[in-house]
């Protein structure tokens, strides 16, 4: 399927923290697009930050996921499976230097279905300092008109 206008969907993402003793669940529920843009998948939606909006892009493609995220949040990492990543975190207070191992990236999309499953999970380290282990799931549908 080759759009670059987008479908809609209906999306959820839950982001599993883990900090030694400290587990954090995080979930996400959005309306977004998905398209294809040559052989990468993108998908992109919004989500509400302290009562700003922050407006996330995922690019897809083969063992690798970048997130790009602007407005309330400035963000842009790429999430290699297996390698070690840098990339940048800010917000209206201060911009931290991020850096990733990544273990895991999983895509993939039942065309009949209409549906696609992205998981992905990593060591974090923010400011030189281990900030713990994120696995990132990402469901969506096309949205039924």
């Not at 999983?106 to 990593?122: D, I, M, P, T, V």
């Amino acid at each position: 399927m080759e759009k670059t206008n987008g479908t809609p969907i209906l999306l959820k993402q839950v982001t599993e923290i883990r900090d030694g003793l400290r587990k954090e669940i995080v979930v996400v529920e959005a309306n977004g697009l998905y398209y294809i843009k040559g052989d990468t998948v993108y998908l992109t939606f919004n989500e509400q930050y302290e009562g700003r909006t922050v407006k996330n892009v995922l690019k897809i493609h083969e063992d690798e996921v970048v997130v790009l995220r602007s407005g309330a949040v400035q963000m842009r990492h790429t999430f290699r499976k297996h390698k070690e990543t840098v990339g940048t975190y800010e917000n209206e207070m201060a911009r931290w230097l991020l850096k990733t191992k990544t273990d895991e990236v999983r895509y993939q999309y039942n065309e009949k279905a209409k549906k696609g499953h992205l998981f992905f999970s990593y060591l974090l380290q923010l400011a030189d300092r281990d900030a713990g282990r994120y696995k990132v799931t990402i469901l969506f549908r096309e949205e039924r008109r």
